[in-house]
């Protein structure tokens, strides 16, 4: 069975402080249960001066959020989906748009 959402792909946030908005999938922690957004779950972090971060001071910097609270957006009408597997002839397996019934694109990681 494939991933649900995998690194690479756009998700749209079901529910949370950041319900509605887009991002692209940065990282996939799938023993935790939780994905990295681009631009979602953003938190300040106040760091030290370092040898890593010389200046320090407030960074800005994405957080997990669970897997749960995001959909794949459907490749044809542009709204979050959910996701079902497909396998072709071949014996290769591929991720489906409930809705449209597209595929959903493979991405490179």
């Given at each position: 069975m494939p991933a649900r959402?995998?690194?690479g792909d756009?998700?749209?946030v079901i529910s949370g402080k950041d319900k509605?908005?887009?991002g692209?999938?940065?990282?996939?922690?799938?023993?935790e249960g939780r994905?990295?957004?681009?631009?979602?779950?953003?938190?300040?972090?106040?760091m030290r001066p370092n040898p890593r971060n010389q200046a320090g001071g407030i960074l800005e910097r994405e957080q997990?959020?669970?897997?749960?609270k995001v959909m794949p957006v459907d490749p044809k009408t542009g709204e979050g989906t959910r996701?079902?597997?497909?396998?072709?002839?071949?014996?290769?397996?591929?991720?489906v748009a409930v809705k449209s019934g597209e595929d959903l694109p493979v991405t490179a990681e």
């Amino acid at each position: 069975m494939p991933a649900r959402i995998r690194k690479g792909d756009t998700v749209v946030v079901i529910s949370g402080k950041d319900k509605g908005k887009r991002g692209k999938v940065t990282r996939v922690l799938p023993d935790e249960g939780r994905v990295v957004v681009a631009g979602i779950n953003v938190v300040k972090r106040h760091m030290r001066p370092n040898p890593r971060n010389q200046a320090g001071g407030i960074l800005e910097r994405e957080q997990p959020i669970y897997a749960c609270k995001v959909m794949p957006v459907d490749p044809k009408t542009g709204e979050g989906t959910r996701v079902r597997a497909r396998t072709l002839e071949n014996g290769t397996t591929v991720r489906v748009a409930v809705k449209s019934g597209e595929d959903l694109p493979v991405t490179a990681e």
